[in-house]
């Protein structure tokens, strides 16, 4: 049977021709496009998580002149906004270790109350670190082995193996005071188990206290697959990967070779970057996992599926959806961020909408009532994200959080109310979060410690109602 004859048949692509069955020259150049274009798409989104990684590395490098296994300190609202979806209240430390370089390294972690991890390059926990990890706040020594690497049998150290040979690390400090912070801190160190008789001393940096600052916001157009290309360098290719991989060949992207694409792969790069993007914040902002909104009466989502593997492995498949609207809206996934045991770990509720489904609007002043008993057993904080960036929303008093931590006025139950707009409540300033008109933005609630009530689902969080 001919399935297409000699005819002209239209199609979602436009119309394809054939003659006695065979796509006409012109068809064949248009199908080509089409599934080297379809295909692009679909890499942009798999490849979300190294390319937002290697984007945070450069910017670490640009903003704090740090190269491998130093020790970046975040301090503030400035050193934070480079960062997708951070909190204000717990100070984090990031490193980048490369077990190809130096082979196996090493992760010397102080006591004290921190929560961190040790990542692959495709956002997979390794292992956590501090309370949640191994040495569950004691303190202990990590060692990393690469793929091919052999693993040496040290008694004296948590031994794990990374996929990668890119590996995040990053902690916070749990505790406010300043000076538990910096003991802990001085008392990280990273270096090659190979220097473990004499390891050499730990770079700590802290960013310039003026200058722009380099975000790790992935670029759009051709920058989105020249970075792409960046972060495949070096590392090895996995079997869940190789039709990916495959797929980019054709679009001149190549691990091991430079990226220079010709004109017409430009052309399908670009739209491809922008259509990615695209579905990226469709899928982050409206997501479509079963079991996403926390209660059936209010719009409140988990911000991580409650199937997500922590591997992103399942029996049949690898979650390739549930990872890359992750990594579009946060970095840094460990098993702290999934806790099972009240009160240990940290969960979040993200709101996107306001309480009638509307977009939340940064020339518009809400309210969102919290009610008291919040279910946290060491703090909660509310945070404002810009939408385009998932980074702090960039306002002039330069505060993007308020938290069980800050003086906040509280309701005579104990609840306490927090503003967003463009102009402070009277009276209730301490209770603002500053948005900015022309912006759209969106709102975490982080629970520190999350308890029974939270589980259970029993404690009812309201949505963000407009003040009118």
């Known amino acids: 049977m001919d399935t297409f004859g000699t005819r002209t048949i239209d199609t979602r692509i436009g119309p394809l021709s054939f003659d006695h069955g065979m796509p006409t020259t012109e068809t064949v150049a248009t199908l080509y496009d089409e599934m080297d274009f379809q295909r692009a798409v679909q890499c942009y989104l798999w490849a979300l998580p190294i390319v937002s990684w290697e984007g ?29 979806t951070p909190n204000l209240t717990t100070p984090y430390s990031w490193a980048f270790l490369h077990l190809g370089e130096q082979g196996p390294m090493v992760v010397e972690m102080p ?32 060692l990393l082995v690469g793929p091919g690497q052999d693993a040496p049998e040290d008694p004296g150290y948590h031994v794990f193996r990374s996929r990668t040979v890119h590996v995040p690390f990053f902690f916070r400090v749990l505790n406010p005071e300043a000076d538990d912070a910096e003991a802990i801190r001085a008392g990280v160190r990273i270096y090659p188990y190979s220097r473990r008789e004499d390891p050499p001393p730990i770079r700590r ?5 003026d200058g722009e600052l380099k975000t790790m916001v992935p670029p759009g157009g051709l920058a989105y ?39 017409r792969q430009q052309k399908l790069l670009t739209e491809a970057a922008l259509v990615g993007e695209a579905m990226a914040k469709a899928c982050a902002f409206n997501k479509r996992f079963e079991g996403i909104r926390y209660r059936p009466d209010v719009r409140w989502n988990y911000l991580i599926s409650p199937d997500f593997a922590l591997d992103q492995d399942v029996d049949d498949y690898s979650q390739l959806d549930e990872r890359s609207t992750f990594a579009y809206e946060v970095v840094a996934m460990s098993a702290g961020s999934m806790p099972t045991k009240p009160g240990t770990g940290q969960s979040y509720l993200c709101g996107y909408f306001d309480a009638d489904g509307q977009i939340l609007d940064g020339a518009k002043s809400y309210r969102l009532h ?42 005579d139950d104990g609840s306490v109310d927090i503003y967003f707009g463009p102009t402070a409540p009277v009276g209730l300033e301490r209770n603002w979060i500053q948005t900015v008109p022309g912006k759209a933005w969106f709102t975490y609630l982080r629970l520190y410690g999350p308890l029974e009530t939270f589980f259970d689902k029993s404690w009812v969080l309201p949505d963000v109602e407009v003040v009118r």
């Open 56 to 84: 945070g590395r450069q910017a670490q490098e640009y903003n704090f002149g740090t190269g491998y296994n130093d020790l970046a300190l975040y301090r503030d609202f400035r050193t934070l906004s480079v960062a997708f």
């Open 111 to 142: 006591p004290g109350a921190t929560a961190g991890a040790l990542i692959d390059w495709w956002e997979r926990p390794i292992t956590d670190v501090g309370l949640i990890g191994p040495d569950q706040g004691r303190g202990a020594k990590y």
């Open 205 to 209: 940096v802290d960013a310039p206290r």
């Open 225 to 263: 697959w020249e970075r792409l290309t960046q972060a495949l360098a070096g590392e090895p290719g996995e079997d869940r990967d190789r039709f990916f991989r495959a797929m980019l060949r054709p679009l001149g992207i190549e691990s091991g070779k430079p990226f220079q694409p010709d004109e």
């Open 370 to 411: 919290v009610p008291p008993n919040v279910p946290a057993a060491r703090f909660w904080a509310v945070t404002g994200y810009d939408l385009d960036t998932r980074c702090f929303i960039q306002n002039q008093i330069q505060i993007a959080e308020r938290s069980s931590r800050t003086d906040l006025k509280a309701n």
